[in-house]
């Protein structure tokens, strides 16, 4: 059953609307490294699009009814947006699920230190990611510090052509042949991830700082541009991601290359979809994207979180229609695609593939039945029903779309929030689009799988 190329299949018109959405999600891409810079984002697009805060307008009076577009935040990290629909929340929802949190280096809260003249900042690294391609790139620091009096500062270094980078050394080949000999999960330690920040010490220092000339000198820099000190990394986030833009991939601009893309390319596609069907449904849509999936989907703006239940909640009293018993009808009447990436087949490692049961760039949208490890453990495995509820849609909207499998049995595996959602009793099953190098600092995407995506993603809002 193998699947055509989309490329294939498609008109002038066709090319030209999948170049502007592969436009618009590069924009995205640039504007969102982080989540808190995600949800920033997401925001400015829905309000252009017509939706409201849902707490702005109930604290302002307002009531909410068919036809309405709000959406929720919680602690600037995860969003929820509904467009309501003609039918009683009660009946369930048409839900798109994503992730926008994507692995990275995190700075610590204590630190800055010298050594050697050379100034750092220590980082625990979050996710899953190869240490070692971490290194020898340029780095950009994203995120906030928040001072004790409760004002936040942004901050964003190494994207603008103006700015410096961060870096992290490597050991240069002449000197490595034991470095060499380790494993590649060893030949980068986490501990030694740590971001060279400056060589340049400061004049005319006290004798009991002339040790740390240089690290007195960054922060020098750091308090004269943003107004904070060495304690106020006691309550900062801070991350280390890949600095410059998301760029068009081959000779033929058939690719994205860019940081994040797992799982933005799918929160981005999830958002667009629903942002652009503007008549009333008949049944309620929503958009949900979600923090912490890299690392379980746990804390409170994780899909694990009542985040999501509890803006059910509020959105059904807001509505007249509440009761415990109602909000539970609503959840586990709900249908929802867990739209996250597929590990797409990469020849150069086809050792690690079954053909016949892989994510190939260009084909489509991808279905997984079921992802986890070894014994599928970890996994949703949706109903063979829900499966041929969801090729009908795609197939009636001329989704190209294709399944897979997360590789060979027992190589390793994976899980999404699919299963955490199950658990309301809502049919769901993981969809999204083929990724190579998944998690690296930069991967790579097909436009026409992120095409196809948002083409599948509406199909699905429209008739699940």
Not at 114 to 133: I, P, S, W
Not at 309 to 324: D, K
Request: a negative charge.
């Amino acid at each position: 059953m193998e699947r055509r190329n989309a490329w294939l299949a498609y008109t002038e018109a066709e090319e030209k609307e999948l170049e502007e959405t592969a436009a618009k999600y590069r924009y995205f891409l640039d504007q969102g490294k982080t989540e808190r810079e995600c949800v920033t984002q997401i925001i400015r697009e829905a309000e252009a699009a017509g939706y409201e805060s849902l707490e702005k307008k109930l604290a302002e009076g307002g009531s909410v009814k068919a036809g309405d577009k709000v959406y929720t935040v919680g602690m600037k990290k995860i969003i929820a947006l509904y467009h309501i629909g003609q039918e009683p929340l009660e009946k369930g929802m048409n839900i798109l699920c994503a992730h926008i949190d994507s692995p990275r280096l995190d700075i610590k809260q204590n630190p800055l230190y010298e050594d050697t003249d050379l100034a750092y900042l220590d980082t625990h690294y979050y996710g899953g990611v190869k240490k070692y391609q971490w290194v020898a790139l340029p780095l950009a620091m994203h995120g906030v510090v928040v001072r004790k009096d409760g004002t936040v500062v942004d901050i964003k270094i190494g994207e603008d052509e103006s700015d410096p980078v961060l870096y992290i050394t490597d050991l240069l080949i002449h000197l490595s042949a034991k470095q060499l000999q380790k494993t590649a999960a060893e030949v980068i330690e986490g501990e030694n991830l740590d971001i060279l920040i400056g060589t340049k010490p400061l004049k005319d220092l006290p004798d009991d700082k002339k040790k740390e000339a240089v690290k007195e000198n960054v922060l020098k820099l750091l308090n004269e541009k943003y107004g904070i000190d060495e304690e106020d990394f006691l309550s900062a986030e801070l991350e280390i991601v890949p600095a410059g833009k998301a760029r068009e991939g081959g000779l033929d601009r058939s690719m994205i290359i860019a940081y994040g893309q797992d799982d933005r390319v799918c929160a981005y596609t999830s958002l667009l979809a629903q942002l652009e069907l503007e008549d009333t449904p008949m049944r309620t849509h929503c958009c949900l994207l979600v923090d912490k999936e890299e690392i379980g989907s746990v804390g409170a703006t994780g899909m694990q979180s009542r985040f999501f239940e509890n803006s059910v909640a509020e959105l059904m009293e807001a509505l007249g229609q509440y009761s415990e018993l109602k909000v539970r009808r609503a959840l586990s009447r709900s249908s929802m695609l867990s739209s996250d990436v597929s590990a797409g087949y990469d020849p150069a490692y086809a050792e690690a593939f079954e053909k016949k049961n892989s994510a190939y760039l260009g084909r489509g949208i991808v279905l997984n039945k079921f992802t986890g490890a070894r014994g599928k453990s970890g996994s949703n495995d949706a109903n063979a029903e829900y499966v041929a509820r969801v090729r009908k849609i795609f197939d009636d909207h001329n989704v190209a779309f294709q399944t897979a499998e997360l590789g060979k049995v027992d190589f390793g595996g994976g899980g999404t929030i699919a299963y955490i959602a199950a658990l309301y009793e809502m049919e769901v099953i993981d969809s999204g689009v083929a990724v190579l190098s998944m998690h690296a600092p930069w991967e790579a995407t097909s436009k026409a799988d992120v095409y196809e995506a948002k083409k599948a993603y509406k199909a699905f809002l429209l008739d699940a």
